[in-house]
């Protein structure tokens, strides 16, 4: 939809708005700010300093944190903004905040506190709802303050029928939510529940709800004004998830059929209605086939802001038949009284959009959270490939944040083209210095069932896509070239001043011991044959292979070639950290040289006790001291990232030799935390000097 741009504004001269967000919400938000000509302000804390949304905006302003709801009213209005744009996140979803602004004469753009308010509660909204004809689950809720005892709690379960789901009826996420399928375990899953429902929310409140055993997850994004005029804009599948987390998302969904579509299209407009809501907004669905393709679906929420997966929608949307709307655009407009400029009728869908999620985690081992300086980032770009991305090159993934980085948005004619598009874009996104979940997202969307449409949200759980393919071998043997290519110095007349390993009688072997996070050591002998950039590379015990090596100008690119074949990886090198990082078709690694000498200690069976961080984060906790006495699966550490704990457990029994971390050290991944002498050396076989051979 295009739309001329003119300026909101409620005074003299060109309107502001401020972001109160960060990332790659806050730089979406400042694109459509500044193709309306209104002036974008934005807030950043101490880590965020240098971020590209503080860069990118007209004015940035400090905060201590981006939940300073006071602090930020205050800044908004002594920078001249008139209105608050809140994001996703945050405070998007603080009634307390949207009723703070409108208070201070500030425009909030998102809906009125009280329809936040209604809907922030699931039992409140569902309650809502339900007396506005939307179909919801059948089950049963406790009155704040008033928890059900024991036995009502067994009474209700057994009336509503198992399977169950508990969750907390504020917030959301996924946390303290339950799978209860029998009478046995309700009561510890309840009151583990209440547990992190008061600890996340400051409310211990449960809603019990029928569990869904195959459940579709589809929301529909709507769009109100104060004018009374409420419409729906298609839906969204969203069930691709992992522990409640969305992952990949698309629009439409492959499942609905047009009636269907309409059907719970006006269902979702029921929803708002129902709250008075102005803005945009997503009701949440729980959908179900029978055998006979028939569709049932359940409220299950309203997210009362925009969603992080709104891009979709903006893509296949057309008004009056041309494809493309601007929901942060519409948002502002609505926020400033302004009507809609189209009705339902004038809304259609053309062709298919598909979106992932960029995650700072290694889902190779086991999804832990990462991060690190951004070495190299190259995002993917071309005809119908949108990147909504919130990091830039030399800037670092922290703990600080939400570990979601980018978003990137592929359409197509029609879903396999979307797909297939998909596919190629994440294959030339390239992240070195802090692992992605970029190559699992490939896997993932190339798996049978997503490309069949069969979704449903236990999918990643209970039929994971198949495992990555074992190419470290190949990757140590590049990254020990590479490393060779340190040592080439040019031509020079003194034949035994260049490092290629000649020597009287033939040349020798340079071996490079190389280590992958999670990955026992590898060493690979590399020797020049003949000509510069000509070598030998054996593998262990493996016989010698010829291979080329070569790098670019900038360094950016290291080039491996057979006699058959030629790769060429994505290069970056970790000055802090000493890792050399490389990257293919989305995947990447990071290796580390060890000294050679590291496996001929005299006490070389402790390196298998060296325990080394996971991840990198925060340490926790270092419950051990040097001379205590351990057994295997004894916790020696707890790092914390990206709000997730993780104990270090010893994979032996011995005695602790040394602590190299103390409680609130920063570490990066793979630092040695503690190392544990065995408690029988003997018993452990000694490492090989092929190395040295």
């Known amino acids: 939809m295009t739309t001329t741009p003119r300026t909101i504004s409620r005074s003299h001269g060109v309107a502001r708005v401020l972001v109160a967000n960060r990332g790659e919400i ?49 800044l908004a209005l002594d920078c001249g903004a008139t209105g608050v744009h809140p994001g996703y996140g945050f405070l998007s979803e603080n009634a307390d905040f949207a009723r703070a602004c409108t208070d201070s004469g500030l425009v909030f753009i998102g809906p009125p506190a009280s329809a936040i308010e209604a809907m922030g509660d699931k039992i409140r909204a569902k309650d809502t709802v339900a007396a506005a004809g939307v179909p919801v689950l059948g089950g049963f809720a406790e009155k704040p303050g008033q928890p059900l005892d024991d036995d009502e709690l067994l009474r209700a379960a057994e009336e509503t029928g198992y399977p169950l789901l508990i969750k907390p009826s504020a917030g959301g996420g996924g946390k303290g939510m339950r799978s209860v399928y029998a009478p046995e375990s309700l009561l510890a899953d309840a009151a583990a529940a209440r547990r992190e429902a008061l600890a996340s929310f400051g409310d211990a409140t449960l809603l019990v709800e029928k569990l869904v055993q195959r459940p579709r997850h589809i929301e529909v994004q709507v769009m109100a004004d104060a004018h009374g005029h409420v419409l729906h804009l298609g839906e969204r599948e969203c069930s691709l998830q992992r522990r409640h987390q ?7 969904s492959p499942l609905l059929t047009e009636e269907q579509r309409r059907t719970m299209g006006e269902a979702a407009v029921a929803a708002a209605r129902s709250c008075g809501y102005v803005g945009a907004g997503t009701v949440e669905f729980i959908a179900e086939t029978d055998p006979d393709g028939g569709l049932s679906f359940s409220f299950l929420e309203m997210n009362t802001r925009l969603q992080v997966e709104h891009p979709v929608t903006e893509e296949v949307v057309a008004v009056r038949g041309e494809r493309g709307v601007d929901l942060v655009e519409l948002q502002v407009r609505v926020a400033y009284g302004e009507a809609l400029p189209f009705a339902q009728e004038d809304v259609s869908w053309e062709g298919h959009a598909v979106e992932s999620r960029i995650y700072a985690e290694d889902a190779d081992r086991g999804f832990l959270p990462s991060g690190g300086p951004i070495l190299l980032l190259e995002e993917p770009s071309g005809p119908h490939v949108r990147v909504d991305s919130g990091i830039a090159r030399g800037g670092a993934v922290t703990s600080d944040f939400d570990p979601m980085l980018a978003k990137v948005v592929t359409w197509g004619a029609d879903r396999a083209e979307a797909l297939n598009r998909m596919d190629a874009a994440l294959a030339s996104y390239r992240l070195l210095g802090c692992v992605t979940n970029t190559a699992y997202l490939r896997r993932l969307l190339r798996h049978p069932r997503v490309i069949a449409g069969d979704l449903s949200t236990d999918l990643i759980a209970s039929d994971p896509p198949e495992e990555a393919p074992d190419l470290l071998s190949s990757v140590a043997m590049a990254a020990a070239l590479d490393h060779q290519l340190d040592l080439e110095i040019g031509p020079t007349a003194d034949r035994f001043a260049v490092p290629d390993g000649w020597r009287m009688g033939g040349p ?7 280590r992958a996070p999670g990955h026992d050591a590898v060493v690979v002998r590399v020797r020049r044959d003949g000509a510069p950039g000509r070598y030998l590379v054996a593998l262990a015990d493996r016989e010698p292979v010829a291979l080329g090596a070569r790098r670019s100008a900038d360094g950016t690119r290291l080039t491996i070639t057979d006699a058959d074949t030629t790769v060429t990886y994505a290069r970056a090198d970790d000055p802090a950290t000493a890792h050399r990082w490389l990257g293919l078709e989305g995947a990447a690694w990071s290796l580390h040289e060890e000294p050679v000498t590291a496996a001929l200690r005299e006490d070389d069976a402790a390196a298998d006790g060296t325990v080394r961080s996971p991840m990198p984060g925060t340490v926790l906790d270092v419950p051990v001291r040097v001379g205590q006495t351990v057994t295997a699966g004894t916790t020696l550490a707890v790092v914390e990232a990206m709000k997730m704990e993780h104990s270090v457990p010893s994979p032996i029994d011995g005695t602790v030799a040394s602590v190299a971390v103390r409680t609130g ?9 503690v190392t544990v002498e065995p408690e029988n050396p003997a018993d452990t076989p000694s490492t090989s000097t092929e190395e040295q051979r």
């Not at 965020?48 to 949304?53: F, K, L, Q, R």
């Not at 969305?246 to 439409?252: D, F, G, Y």
């Open 508 to 514: 020798a072997w340079t071996p490079w011991r190389l």
């Open 665 to 673: 050290s920063s570490v990066p991944m793979d630092a040695v935390l």
């Open 26 to 74: 806050a730089l979406r938000i400042m694109r459509t700010l500044r193709r309306m000509g209104i002036s974008p302000a934005t807030v950043y804390t101490d880590a965020d300093s240098e971020a590209p949304h503080t860069l990118a905006a007209d004015i940035a302003l400090r905060v201590e944190h981006y939940l300073d709801a006071d602090g930020i009213v205050a």
């Open 246 to 252: 969305k992952v990949v998302e698309e629009a439409p």
